[in-house]
């Protein structure tokens, strides 16, 4: 009974630190934010008597943009200047003056973010000291527009009237320049009048999301391809409404062909299109994957026009968000890969870091005469997590094409293909374990050594340091107390099994944003997304590699934007 006793008291006092740690994360957090935000608004509108404000009394370090800043790169009418520390002396320039210096030096701001990035150390008298994102966008006095992205460690003190900054180390920063004259916006000149639609089976008793409602708010995604041959690609939107097809008119224009060409007009829930030559005669046939409904497939007859031919396809359906096509088998024959999302009507993510409930990804083997079997069980490629991205390649070089995954709301994954029909998960053992909210992947030589690497989009939010350990370890304990551990254990197993009780790490790599992930042959997959800049605040959706510059190097194009709150702090 002692013994009894004695653990249910130690429980209760490591229980009640674990809280206080939570309590103090968020009490830390939320103090920072407040100030960094005031600081933001404060740059943003000129103010400089605000921004002095929020520096402690008798301040004698640098202030926000003091630094050197040095050009490092001009291509393309576009400079690149890294930014180091100025070893400056508040004894010759007055902190008034020095901010002063700083906003004269921004030109015309539209646009001032200060974000919390992490708490490192919480003072025991108040204050913290955090890691912080600076963010500037503007058009300078030459009238080109600039950019200024900078990583910084700020000291925050407490004061009678809220936190204020008593020190900053840069850690990192640049400035980027441009003329904003590369590309131009010609969508309503070329006769593209598309615009996106909600889902309207969503507003039905059948289909309505009474459970996770946010899915209607879902965009679907864009395809080019040649469908008719004719040397223009051709641009194919889905969408929850209807989709449509606009051919190329080779003067620079498009015109909208859904009907005459055989497709649908009112086909709503369409999440994605794929031109692919299904059954090798030469023109590209059309897949689409549906969310409310079955999927499609539409078969090209050498002239550009389609016919339906689902009723013998074997194709599915329901929940699709995404798919890809490859020959997984070597057979000659393009098969298809299916991701699937979760049921809105009845269920919600399991977890909001981990989510394994899903309705479960397909393998659709392509059998000849525009008919798939499903293989998922046999191939091992189920996938439990809400899919958004899945790409095809080669990584291993072995001569037959693997898979990357992006799951939202929890770890992607790399399934390898073993070359008898089967695929196993090896993203642990290869480096390519991601644990963000995975929105798609692309695979791409982006160093330009010979091999495969991947960039995936994810989340990169404000709220970045809510994720350390004391909140994950707090998810835990609610677990605990609200007796749900056995639904959730599985979950918390898998977690440990791929990131050990490092929970600090992983919570930081869970909302860090998007990855680069570097090939190295044997040595596996090198997580570069920070180095290389790839890496900026933001929902990020779509994204796909390209050399837009034509300098032999891969480029990347990345597509973000989501609702925010009511202040623009959470992202």
């Known amino acids: 009974m002692l013994l009894l006793l004695s653990g249910a008291l130690a429980g209760a006092v490591v229980l009640q630190r674990l809280e206080s740690q939570a309590l103090a994360l968020a009490t ?96 025991g008298d108040g204050g913290a000291k955090v890691r912080a994102i600076l963010w500037i966008r503007g058009t300078g006095a030459d009238q080109r527009r600039y950019e200024d992205h900078a990583t910084l460690r700020l000291d925050l003190e407490a004061s009678g009237e809220g ?27 070329a006769g593209v009048d598309f615009v996106a639609r909600q889902n309207p089976r969503f507003s039905t008793l059948e289909w309505e999301p009474k459970t996770f409602g946010i899915l209607r708010y879902g965009s679907a995604g864009v395809s080019a391809a040649d469908y008719d041959e004719d040397g223009w690609d051709d641009i194919l939107f889905a969408d929850g409404a209807a989709m449509r097809l606009y051919r190329n008119q080779r003067d620079g224009t498009f015109q909208d062909v859904t009907a005459e060409v055989g497709l649908p007009t009112d086909l709503s829930g369409v999440n994605v299109g794929i031109f692919a030559d299904f059954d090798n005669d030469d023109d590209q046939d059309l897949f689409l994957g549906v969310f409310t409904d079955q999927n499609r497939l539409y078969e090209n007859d050498g002239t550009g ?48 870091f981990y989510t394994r409930n899903g309705e479960g990804n397909s393998l659709l083997r392509n059998v000849g005469g525009l008919r798939f079997e499903d293989v998922t069980e046999s191939a091992g490629v189920r996938e439990g997590g809400l899919t958004l991205g899945v790409a095809w390649a080669d990584y291993d070089e072995d001569g037959d094409d693997d898979i990357y995954v992006a799951n939202d709301f929890g770890r992607n994954a790399l399934l390898r293909n ?24 692309t695979w791409g030589d982006i160093d330009n050594d010979g091999d495969f690497d991947i960039y995936v989009s994810n989340v990169h939010s404000g709220q970045r340091w809510y994720g350390q350990a004391a909140t994950l370890r707090q998810y835990l304990l609610t677990s605990l107390r609200q007796g749900t551990m056995r639904q959730d254990f599985p979950l918390y197993r898998e977690i440990f099994a791929y990131a050990g009780s490092d929970w600090r790490n992983y919570g930081d ?37 390209l050399d837009y510059d034509y300098d032999g190097r891969l480029d990347i194009y990345a597509a973000n934007g989501w609702i925010t709150g009511k202040t623009h702090d959470d992202l």
């Open 28 to 123: 830390s957090g939320q103090e920072a934010i407040k100030t960094l935000s005031a600081l933001a608004k404060a740059i943003g509108e000129g103010d400089a008597t605000e921004i002095e404000r929020h520096y402690v009394e008798g301040y004698d370090g640098r202030v926000l943009g003091d630094w050197n800043s040095v050009l490092t790169s001009h291509r393309d009418e576009i400079e690149v200047h890294t930014w180091s520390p100025l070893q400056a002396n508040a004894a010759e320039s007055a902190i008034k003056d020095r901010v002063g210096e700083f906003l004269g030096s921004l030109g015309t701001v539209e646009m001032s973010k200060l974000k919390l990035d992490s708490v490192e150390t919480i003072h």
């Open 163 to 189: 936190w204020k900054l008593a020190g900053q180390e840069l850690l990192a920063g640049e400035t980027v320049i441009g003329p904003a004259t590369g590309f131009r916006e010609g969508a309503t000149a």
């Open 305 to 352: 026009h389609f016919s339906d031919v689902t009723a013998t396809a074997g194709l599915g359906g329901l929940m699709v968000t995404v798919a890809s096509a490859a020959d997984y088998d070597r057979d000659g024959l393009l098969d298809l890969y299916v991701g699937r999302y979760l049921d809105p009507r009845s269920k919600l993510p399991d977890t909001l």
């Open 418 to 441: 073993e070359a008898d029909g089967t695929f196993s998960d090896v993203s642990a053992e290869a480096g390519a374990l991601d644990f963000g909210f995975g929105m798609s992947s």
């Open 509 to 545: 790599r869970m909302v860090k944003g998007n990855s680069l992930l570097l090939n190295q042959s044997e040595r596996g997959f090198e997580e570069v997304a920070e180095a290389a800049h790839a890496n900026p605040f933001g929902w990020y959706w779509g994204s796909g590699m």
